[in-house]
């Protein structure tokens, strides 16, 4: 599995060249081309990271940001936009974007930004993860491993995992996890979650993930 994109953009021609781009470089890109649009697909998958055009149809940029922040997503945002007085990009920080870059734009430019704040996004300029027991964990393709060999998970044990190392030492209460594991078309499973965690536990260390009754899971990290 590779980073999910979501890329709000309604020029087409722009939309396309910058999906087909940074799909060659082994991302999933999944294009919105209005607010809305958007705002549905951020329910309906989980995203890793967000380029988010502002003048768009219905819902803009600016406010699509500010409704997920207020909804207490915390996805990671770029601004790719036309726009570029000062007050345009302190209005961009204020409703919660993690960076911000001007068109025109070299895709190049563009690649380096996502790297970096996905990068940023799990707490390491590498993109591996190391754990004291051996095991390492290719935060890019989230996959696990020991000994140089795969370690077998499910797709949710994996995205579990990268979730948690995202947010070393935080509570994720069951709504977060949820939510980034069950797209909406599922139902969430506590049974599962625990299963899912156990497997978690026999891997990287018991003493890994802590239980908080009734609330959720957090991983420790010294």
């Excluded at 953009?9 to 082994?26: A, C, I, N, Y």
């Excluded at 770029?78 to 070299?106: H, M, Q």
């Excluded at 790297?115 to 390492?136: A, P, W, Y």
């Excluded at 239980?211 to 899971?217: D, E, F, L, S, V």
Aim: hydrophobic share 35%; charged share 30%; glycine share 4%.
């Amino acid at each position: 599995m590779t980073a999910s994109i979501l890329l709000l953009e309604d020029d087409l021609q722009l939309s396309d060249t910058v999906k087909q781009f940074l799909e060659f470089k082994g991302y999933e890109v999944h294009c919105a081309y209005d607010g809305l649009q958007a705002q549905n697909m951020a329910y309906e998958k989980h995203f890793d990271l967000m380029l988010l055009d502002v003048k768009v149809p219905h819902m803009n940029g600016f406010e699509f940001l500010k409704f997920l922040r207020d909804e207490g997503k915390e996805i990671p945002a770029i601004f790719i936009t036309s726009l570029n007085s000062v007050e345009d990009v302190e209005k961009g920080f204020e409703v919660g974007c993690d960076d911000y870059i001007r068109k025109p734009f070299a895709l190049k430019e563009l690649l380096v930004r996502v790297e970096s704040l996905l990068k940023r996004t799990f707490g390491t300029h590498d993109d591996k993860i190391t754990f004291d027991n051996g095991m390492v964990f290719d935060t890019k393709e989230l996959i696990l491993m020991h000994d140089n060999k795969r370690v077998p998970l499910k797709t949710k044990e994996l995205k579990l995992l990268s979730l948690f190392l995202q947010h070393p030492n935080e509570l994720l209460n069951y709504e977060k996890i949820n939510e980034t594991l069950w797209d909406y078309d599922e139902e969430p499973s506590s049974g599962s979650l625990r299963t899912y965690i156990k497997t978690l536990r026999s891997e990287i260390g018991k003493e890994s993930i802590e239980t908080i009754k009734n609330i959720g899971y957090r991983f420790v990290k010294e």
